[in-house]
């Protein structure tokens, strides 16, 4: 708990210093505004620097208290994913936009669509009629997908195999591990180094992603 308050506590004074003497800005009611951590879909835990965050913390609950202790009034009216908060960027500077996308450390879409047209929604309809569909395709998968040997290994031996399987197919976190892989065969097979194996290319995720 002391490393995610310490976290958000960074967050908090950026914050801070960002609306410090600017006038204050009205917010809407509170909605979909707690949320806990609920497990880490990509490989970090390879990667120890990364995972201070223990599952099932109340990263808005957190948040909040942050704020409070250093006075400042705001409060969380909605936790979005990277994925939500591009395409509210997006429609606040052309209501045309209908779909977000992205492509980085991991891969995610999100869209606009028919609130009527929604099977699982069995609420009232919103005004506008639409409703933001986060799409989490990351952990889309299926018999078509172009899977090499790389591409199996990798998820066998990833910390949540058999999840996120498009995730791994395309996104920054796993690309420089497949090319290991790859690289890693055809020394082995092809003498591509001579007749020896550089020791790294034994090593899980030695070739870090650049998103």
Known sequence: MAKLEA???MIVDSVGNFFS???QLPLCDPALNASGLDKFL?????????VDLEVGEDVVEELTKSMQKIGLDMRVSALVNDTIGTLAGGRFYNQ???AAVILGTGTNAAYVE??????????????SG????????????SSHLPLTEYDVALDAESLNPGEQIFDKLISGMYLGDIVRRALLKMVEEAD?????VPPKLRVPFILRYAC
Request: proline residues 8%; charged residues 25%; without cysteine.
């Open 21 to 23: 003497g600017k006038d």
């Open 130 to 141: 639409g409703m933001v569909i986060n799409m989490e395709w990351g952990n889309f998968r």
């Open 96 to 98: 045309d936009v209908i």
């Open 192 to 196: 591509f180094f001579g007749d020896t």
């Open 7 to 9: 976290k958000l506590g």
């Open 114 to 127: 028919r609130a009527n047209a929604i099977p699982k929604w069995h609420g009232p309809l919103p005004k």
């Open 42 to 50: 990509k490989s970090i835990g390879r990667n120890p620097s990364y």
